[in-house]
């Protein structure tokens, strides 16, 4: 082959391919997202129209994202077989993000149809709806993923077997669930995870008056595991009369056997109640700032230690805690409505400690599926809300400014991520278990980072750490 020619081959075969954007509704080229799903091409973005959609598929490229644009878009699979008899969607490719999409009435004939089966390495869920499924998300193996779910609702999802849950995370590295809405599972957990890591934060986590789910948070492997700053509520109807299980089903070789409970508020209505923290014998758990409200049984089994809780009167199985706040009501705005900020005068008022910063909460969760930063005067409030006389701030139409000021754009990101009007200002990363990983001038954070799930540490804010999420792209993003 002539030089030049073969020169000019190897720059055209060097050139990376560009994304394309691949628009799905009535009308257009494409109508269901089934039909693109064999035409996507690593990287590309597909955009489906609000709207109902009767449509199963599965989706093998990497790095995609799928996204409903104008509205929320709805797969309702009531009454079809599913992709590969699984899922409404089976994401067989790695580092998926899926916004805004409906997932609903899944089913099939081994019990476990699922709104997303997740087949690859890594994935993205925001602002999406799983109801009425037989799971909402499905996981199997992978000790190179994390999943990474917010601003989603989760809702009756389960066969009504025990075996299928509003969630259910397989033996997978890491999995963070934050700003969500999980209630109403039938029969099974609201949260489930078999993952190595998990950090559960500024969740509502609930049965309401008439779910009957088993756990609210179900961890049957252990793993290093943060549960912050969450309202959980066991209602009348729950099958499981402990609210947390922890490593029930035998600590997975190779975890970690300690599970963090800081600044949640938990209330149990279920007669006979068990214990709020039921743990594997050889586990341990961190208990920090917790209001624990309607049973008297706080922990059972394992080994425990901590301070700063409310408790009722006739508490026991928490003879490590130190510092308890003891009472017969801790002062909720309104527990029948699930409404359990604190009132003027209630004890939890100041007397929490405040912890390390790696686990101190900075965030309210904001109903529905939204969140605020959490204020911080005086001594911290026990429980999941921070006292305020004037109410929370509807976090969808007005931002802390000083939060603002902080913000990882975009995220989740591919590349490269930055913070406006920061970018000279240096800043600390570290992992999802605390672990520093690197330090970065505001204006380039990332860059080398592998794909996975950190935390921006702000030095104007101590104890103020933000979550970002690198995934694995490639593509040089375009549309045509």
């Known amino acids: 082959m002539n030089p030049v020619r073969c020169l000019v081959a190897m720059a055209v075969l060097s050139l990376p391919a560009l994304a394309v954007v ?19 091409g690593d990287g590309d973005t597909v955009l489906i129209d609000a709207g109902t959609y009767a449509d199963v598929c599965s989706w093998r490229a990497h790095n995609l994202l799928l996204r409903g644009t104008g509205g929320r878009a709805v797969l309702d699979a009531d009454g079809m077989s599913l992709a590969e008899d699984k899922a409404i ?32 390495t890594g994935l993205t869920v ?13 996981c199997g193996a992978d000790s190179l993923s994390d999943i990474f779910v917010e601003y989603s609702e989760f809702r009756h999802n389960g066969f009504g077997d025990g075996y299928s849950h509003n969630l259910y995370i397989g033996h997978i590295r890491s999995f963070t669930l ?30 309401e008056d008439s779910g009957d789910a088993s756990r609210e948070i179900d961890l049957p492997n252990g793993g290093r595991s943060y549960v912050i700053g969450n309202l959980l509520h066991k209602g009348q109807y729950a099958e499981n009369s402990n609210t947390v299980g922890y490593g029930l089903e035998g600590v997975t070789a190779g975890y970690d056997t300690v599970l963090f409970c800081v600044n949640n508020t938990m209330v149990n209505q279920r007669s006979p109640q068990g214990p709020f923290l039921q743990l594997q014998g050889g586990t341990r758990a961190q208990v920090f700032n917790n209001v624990f409200y309607g049973g008297t049984e706080i922990v059972r089994g394992g080994r425990h230690q ?30 029948a409505s699930f409404d359990y900020r604190l009132l003027p005068g209630s004890a939890c008022i100041d007397s929490g400690v405040t912890p390390d910063s790696t686990l101190r909460p900075v965030f309210h969760y904001v109903h529905p599926c939204d969140r605020e930063p959490r204020p911080v005067a005086g001594a911290m409030d026990i429980g999941a809300y921070e006292y305020t006389s004037t109410g929370l701030v509807d976090s969808r139409t007005a931002r802390d400014p000083s939060e603002a000021v902080l913000k990882v754009s975009p995220n989740p990101f591919f590349g490269w991520a930055s913070i406006r009007n920061r970018e000279r200002e240096r800043f600390v990363v570290c992992d ?11 204006g ?13 540490l702000d030095p104007a804010r101590p104890g103020c750490a933000l979550p970002f999420v690198k995934l694995g792209r490639s593509a040089t993003a375009g549309s045509r």
């Open 89 to 120: 969607w089976v994401v067989k490719g790695s580092s998926a993000c899926v916004e805004s999409i409906e997932f609903a009435n899944a089913s099939c004939p081994d019990k476990n149809g699922a709104g997303i089966r997740q087949e690859g």
């Open 22 to 40: 691949w628009p799905v509704g009535p009308g257009r080229t494409y109508e269901l997202p089934s039909e693109v799903a064999s035409l996507v």
């Open 178 to 207: 934050q700003y969500c809405w999980s209630h109403r599972a039938y029969i099974g957990h609201e949260v489930k995870s078999r993952a190595r890591f998990n950090y559960i934060l500024y969740n509502r986590i609930m049965d």
């Open 432 to 442: 999802r278990a605390g672990r520093r990983v690197g330090e970065y001038h505001g």
């Open 306 to 335: 901590g301070s700063n809780n409310w408790v009722p009167v006739g508490h026991y199985g928490d003879d490590s805690l130190t510092g308890s706040v003891v009472g017969t009501d801790p002062g909720l705005v309104g527990p």
């Open 126 to 138: 925001s602002w999406c709806v799983f109801r009425d499924n037989e799971d909402g998300i499905m």
């Open 444 to 456: 380039s954070i990332g860059a080398d980072l592998c794909p996975g799930v950190y935390l921006l």
